[in-house]
Nanobody
């Protein structure tokens, strides 16, 4: 099994910064792409940023230039540095990982973290 554990959420004023972390744990697996999503009640889950195992990145237009996704492959950890935060960034942020495992899996699997709340006050 693979577990994703997020940390770093909290309450911040508009214009402030937060750094989210997501650590993946599991035996005999390879962590492929990792992503950050965010969820607001009543709205569709939104893909915020993606980073491949080779550290290629992609961002939602709404966060480009303000958020930076990075990863430490040695620690199987992905980070999301969020700067110039706005009230509309308020959401539960969820970590997602695409994971490769043993042949018995028949392919890759997708795992989610439990989510961490980010609240930006105006």
């Amino acid at each position: 099994q693979v577990q994703l554990v997020e940390s770093g959420g909290g309450l911040v004023q508009s214009g402030g910064s937060l750094r989210l972390s997501c650590a993946a744990s599991g035996r005999s697996v390879s962590i492929n792409a990792m992503d950050w999503y965010r969820q607001v009640p009543g709205k569709q889950r939104e893909l915020v940023a993606t980073i491949t195992s080779g550290s290629n990145t992609n961002y939602a237009a709404s966060v480009k230039g303000r958020f930076t996704i990075t990863r430490d492959n040695a620690k199987n950890t992905v980070y999301l540095q969020m700067n110039s935060l706005k009230p509309e960034d308020t959401a539960v942020y969820l970590c997602h990982a695409n994971v490769g495992g043993p042949v018995s899996w028949g392919g890759t699997r997708n795992y989610w973290g439990q989510g961490t709340q980010v609240t930006v006050s105006s």
